[in-house]
């Protein structure tokens, strides 16, 4: 009798300790909303079931529904640096797709900054470099976020696009080339992985196994992909990005590829900046128009 009633009691418990657990990582909205443009913190799913990832969100004015749009940030081999990473937030980014009637969710993949847990894109080391497998991993956290977002009353389940920078860009085009249902676009600043290899500018690790990753994203991809990259990118140049590109269209990817205009000392980092968005912002603008006349309206 005794061992049954320890027996109830430690389920009692567990239950209680699963419903805290629950609590703490419950999904959705974490605040109120402030600005600029509805700004308000989120909690979304990661394909890790015990991490949410952290996120914010953007809304225009009103109450929807919303197109959505999704950005995926950069990312480091570099542990430290990864810990240390803020909130992305693509202030600049994120704003001119509000003003264009879009809601915008940035959220942080696991193994970054507040939303911690394990490293799932690690690429490994120049000599054993997986490009595939840090891609796809990418791939899998956007489309979490994306997926739990269109669960809300407030978002559309139409002319959904995806923005990605960097290995944020690389993981759009392995979602991509899945062939993922309801992504109206991909836009992809930069895209790649190993970009200035042991900091050397041009200079990128294992390049052909970028290039083989390239082409088994294009494979029967479906999603058109609009591919940016600018003048003096350091990391991935527009020589490489053009041959990466046309290496995912010969797979059989749609791409539309641009180069734009030098930035700054380092182009890599054009999308995170509100002089590289005004760069950049006639390539977006003709992109939105040919997803759909009524989304590159400004409001």
């Known amino acids: 009798m005794q ?5 109830f009691v430690l389920v009692v418990l567990a239950a209680i300790c699963a419903q805290s657990a629950t609590a703490q990582t419950r999904l959705g909205a974490q605040s109120a909303e402030g600005e600029p443009n509805r700004k308000q913190s989120w909690l979304v799913p990661s394909p890790d079931p015990d991490v949410a990832a952290h996120a914010l969100l953007f ?8 197109p959505l749009a999704v950005i995926a940030h950069a990312s480091t081999q570099n542990v430290l640096r ?9 202030a600049a980014l994120s704003a001119w797709l509000v003003a264009r009637g879009f809601a915008v969710l940035v959220p942080e993949r696991p193994g970054h900054g507040a939303t911690g847990g394990k490293y799932l894109e690690d690429q490994s080391g120049c000599d054993e470099a997986n490009y595939s497998r840090a891609g796809h991993a990418t791939a899998d956290s956007i489309a979490a976020a994306l ?9 559309r389940q139409d002319r959904t ?5 960097s290995a944020g860009a690389w993981g759009a085009l392995a979602l991509a080339g899945s062939n993922p249902k309801d992504i109206s676009m991909i836009i992809a600043f930069a895209p790649g992985r190993g970009g200035r290899a042991n900091d050397f500018p041009n200079q990128v690790c294992a390049p052909r196994t970028l290039m083989s990753a390239a082409a088994e994203f294009g494979h029967d991809a479906r999603v058109p992909v609009v591919w940016l990259v600018s003048a003096n990118d350091t ?11 046309d290496t995912f269209r010969a797979g059989g990817g749609k791409v539309d590829f641009r180069v734009l205009a030098a930035y700054g000392s380092e182009g ?15 390539e977006l603008e003709r992109a939105l128009k040919a997803l759909s006349p009524a989304a590159a309206k400004k409001r």
Not at 59 to 66: I, T
Not at 161 to 165: A, D, I, N
Not at 268 to 282: D, F, Q, R, S, V
């Open 235 to 245: 990391y991935f140049s527009p020589e490489l990005s053009r041959q990466l590109s």
């Open 3 to 7: 061992s049954l009633k320890v027996i």
């Open 59 to 66: 809304r225009p004015p009103g109450s929807g529904p919303f």
């Open 82 to 90: 990864r810990a240390q990473m803020p909130q992305p937030e693509y």
């Open 268 to 282: 890599h980092w054009l999308a995170e900046t509100e002089g590289g968005i005004k760069i950049a912002a006639p």
């Open 147 to 155: 997926n739990f977002m269109r669960e809300q009353p407030f978002i």
């Open 161 to 165: 696009v995806v923005v990605g920078h």
